[in-house]
């Protein structure tokens, strides 16, 4: 059974840093690109940022771009989300998810729970 | 990128009614659209992908059609687990993106 398990969100304040992490269970981890996909209170869903199975290619939404870095580590079936500078318009619940497709731009077949982050004085 | 626009915005409807939701493209995606159905407190859930294909385990009820700009998820006959909220999710370019939502309520 595909099991997603997101952890790492929380209170931070505005500048701020966090690191979310994803633990993949179920599937062959590095056969799939990765994504993370949030949702900001009562919104609707904003597609963060991707990354390839190997690791290599990396891909951002313009409203993330050069404060946040998309990461995995194939070994420990585990992809990682580290956020720096944030704002409080990055306060939102953040779910790893991924595609049977096997790509980055793709429909999600598969998506955690979520971690929620706040970012608030 | 491409902007995603979905209406209306709340569809009022009651058990046993066919619903009938659109989303629109602002160019075209060919057919990598897929729709996602959300309840509260719950990740969405994959409905359909290639504009017209459903995901594992979903019912027959549930249907999509159109290319290119204008696409069509229909619900044929509500059943009270359908009132949720819907999305629209084009994949036909970088980056994913995804509709702001049709609620389907009682």
């Known amino acids: 059974e595909v099991q997603l398990l997101e952890s790492g969100g929380g209170l931070v304040q505005p500048g701020g840093s966090l690191r979310l992490s994803c633990a993949a269970s179920g599937f062959t981890f590095s056969s799939y690109a990765m994504s993370w996909v949030r949702q900001a209170p009562g919104m609707g869903l904003e597609w963060v940022s991707g990354?390839?199975?190997?690791?290599?290619?990396?891909y951002y939404a313009d409203s993330v771009k050069g404060r946040f870095t998309i990461a995995r580590d194939n070994s420990k079936n585990t992809l990682y989300l580290e956020m720096n500078s944030l704002r409080a318009e990055d306060t939102a619940l953040y779910y790893c998810a991924f595609s049977r497709a096997g790509e980055v731009v793709a429909y999600f077949d598969y998506w955690g729970q979520g971690t929620l982050v706040t970012a608030s004085s | 990128e491409i902007v995603l626009t979905q209406s209306p915005g709340t569809l009022s409807l009651s058990p046993g009614e066919r619903a009938t939701l659109s989303c629109r493209a602002s160019?075209?995606?060919?057919?990598?659209l897929a729709w996602y159905q959300q309840k509260p407190g719950q990740a969405p859930r994959l409905l359909m992908y290639?504009?017209?294909s459903r995901a594992t385990a979903i019912p027959d009820r549930f249907s999509g059609s159109g290319s290119g700009t204008d696409f069509t998820l229909t619900i044929s006959r509500l059943e009270p687990e359908d009132f949720a909220v819907y999305y629209c999710?084009?994949?036909?370019?970088?980056?994913?993106?995804f509709g702001q939502g049709t609620k389907v309520d009682i």
């Open positions: 160019q075209s995606v060919s057919s990598y």
């Open positions: 290639g504009a017209s």
């Open positions: 990354i390839s199975g190997s690791g290599f290619n990396a």
């Open positions: 999710q084009q994949y036909g370019s970088s980056p994913p993106a």
